[in-house]
């Protein structure tokens, strides 16, 4: 063989490789699971150094933000099994935060509503709380 069809066929066993790994990472739903909890390990550790003080509330916000994102961004990838006559599904993505901090922590409240702000925005954050006081699921 010359060096010419050797390194072809290198070149197309490598895009190959590459382009199977890239959909496994993107689209295969037991890797996207892993990588779910690997997010949601990050976040519990974010969440336990923020609350003991090792980590100050605006980059902890930032980085809850941008783990936030990527979860959102997973878990929309795993496919959904509809019940039939169902017109559609809601996923809601929870923060994920050590065992023994409780859901009613207001700095943990704090932290998740301006990482949810940092996201959104300030207008349509205080729109969406808004709205959300006013049907009576007040945040």
């Known amino acids: 063989m010359n060096r010419f069809v050797l390194g072809s066929v290198a070149a197309v066993v490598v895009l ?12 295969w739903p037991p890797v996207i699971k892993w990588r779910i909890s690997r997010n949601d ?6 969440v336990r150094r923020y609350l003991s003080g ?4 605006e980059p902890a916000a930032n980085r809850l933000a941008i783990l936030y994102q990527r979860k959102t961004e997973l878990v929309v990838r795993l496919p959904i099994r509809l019940a039939p006559g169902s017109g559609g599904s809601l996923t809601a993505v929870t923060l994920a935060k050590p065992d023994d901090v409780s859901f009613d922590d207001p700095r943990l409240k704090r932290l998740g509503d301006r990482a949810m702000e940092i996201i959104m925005g300030q ?12 049907h009576g699921r007040g945040t």
């Open 54 to 57: 090792q980590e100050a509330f």
């Open 16 to 27: 190959l490789v590459a382009g199977f790994g890239w959909l496994g990472w993107t689209r």
């Open 123 to 134: 207008e349509p954050w205080a729109r969406l709380q808004r709205m959300q006081r006013e």
């Open 41 to 46: 390990v990050q976040t519990r550790e974010l």
